[in-house]
């Protein structure tokens, strides 16, 4: 069975104050690792996927790094609207169901 | 992409009654999915449901608890039967897109 574990359960920073969020995954035949943003309230909403081991993407302040056992998210110069829980979920090889961890609420302060 | 919408957005129900969440899509797709989210939770799948054939439900869940629909492959409804307060929780639609998978607002029911 598909394994997400993300660290840490929740992150605190200071407006500009660097960090990186962790999500480690157990999954035989990665087929992707996605990356969500949700709001309180909210449905959520996709940020990246990433497909193999190297491979980064960027968006704004957010950049997504994967290697075969894990996956950073980091956050540049955060500012308080970045303020969200980051979900991080894998596609295993023989289905389209997406397996999510339990998510790094990130909270950043003016 | 795809726009999801659900129904109702929100509810307050009594134990022991049942509640349908409506879910529509702009575009007609195969496959939707049902998660729940508990509060403080990630989110967790109830099942997968493909028109013309019945729902696949995941490990805990089951048919007679969360009865799905899927009329046409642009609608889903999910029943959430005989409530309990452990049902509160926000109810997710989902569909995939290119490489992606989108989200419905949710509907956040809670029972009391």
């Known amino acids: 069975e598909d394994q997400v574990t993300q660290s840490p359960e929740a992150l605190r920073l200071q407006e500009g104050e660097s960090s990186s969020l962790n999500c480690s995954y157990t999954v035989s035949g990665l087929r992707g690792l996605f990356w969500y943003r949700q709001d309180p309230g909210k449905g959520p909403e996709f940020l990246f996927t990433?497909?193999?081991a190297g491979e980064e993407k960027e968006k704004e302040r957010l950049k997504a790094t994967l290697t075969k056992k894990e996956s950073f998210l980091h956050i540049t110069a955060p500012k308080p609207e970045d303020s969200a829980t980051y979900l991080c979920a894998v596609l295993g090889p023989n289905d389209y169901k997406l397996s999510f961890g339990a998510g790094t609420t990130v909270t950043v302060r003016a | 992409s795809a726009v999801i919408s659900q129904k109702p957005s929100r509810d307050i129900c009594q134990r022991g009654t049942s509640l349908t969440i409506q879910c529509q899509v702009d575009?007609?797709?195969?496959?939707m999915f049902w998660y729940r989210q508990q509060p403080g939770q990630s989110l967790t799948l109830i099942a997968t449901a493909n028109q013309g054939s019945e729902a696949t439900y995941e490990s805990g869940f089951v048919i007679d608890k969360f009865p799905i629909s899927r009329p046409n492959l642009t609608f889903s409804t999910l029943t959430v039967s005989n409530m309990s307060p452990e049902d509160s929780s926000i109810y997710l639609c989902?569909?995939?897109?290119?490489?992606?998978?989108?989200f419905g607002p949710g509907t956040r029911l809670t029972v009391l």
């Open positions: 575009s007609q797709v195969t496959m």
């Open positions: 989902s569909v995939w897109g290119h490489n992606e998978q989108f």
């Open positions: 990433l497909y193999s």
